[in-house]
């Protein structure tokens, strides 16, 4: 079973091996009537978001916090959306923008949501953080290649070289998180890192449909080595934060 901690190349016995030291080292970053939500980060970019309620850690979320920045998407919702199974997990449906206009949807969820609940009730537009958290990333050299190799990589779907599909958004039986996309982008830059455990994981950044967006994968989950240009095919799962949330402060 493959694990959303994965992504950041830290395994689950790892993360129960060091959750402590690192709860300890995390910083509270906001508050609501739920509790406190932490972060912990470190220089590799790994981070974790703790939601803790009566002092314990209820709900984890991996993270990705590079020290040049996130890319940022052009977003406007108008409404919060609850998860069912995790107060902590909600987020928002997104009408994406580029330069104004609506170019594709997707549901991304929020990294600290219920501080941003309330605020999310109000129709805006507004910059956002996205880091697409990928389980599978396959690597084409080209846009031939792309079209010959991946036209039915993901349940008989053809993506164009920019595909962009929210499949969390169409899956009505909820079997995947809702967060959940399948998309393509040229890839513009590429790292391998090495989290403070020893667990290595990837880290590319995609020009794709929405605009530039950080990708993280874990390391097996690249059968090659990228390449600056080539094209990648992603299927991920979307956890973002406005770059500012309520009252204007970081989130």
Known sequence: MISPLDAIGLSEDQFEDCKFTITEQAVVEAESATGLHLRWTDTSGTSLAFHVADRMVVCVNPFFDPWMGLSRWQVSTSEPSDDENCAHCGGADCDILVDGELITRAFVQWLHYQPCRQWLEQERTYDLEVVAIAERVEIHADEDAFRRDA???HSGLRLAPDGFIPVGMLDWERKGPA??????????????????FGGDFWHLRLQALPGLTDVVAPEYGLQEEPGIGQIALVQAWLIGRPVHGP???RL
């Open 151 to 153: 036209s039915t990589s």
């Open 247 to 249: 009252g204007q402060e």
């Open 179 to 196: 967060a959940g996309v399948l998309m393509a982008g040229r890839v513009t830059s590429f790292a391998r890192l090495r989290n403070p």
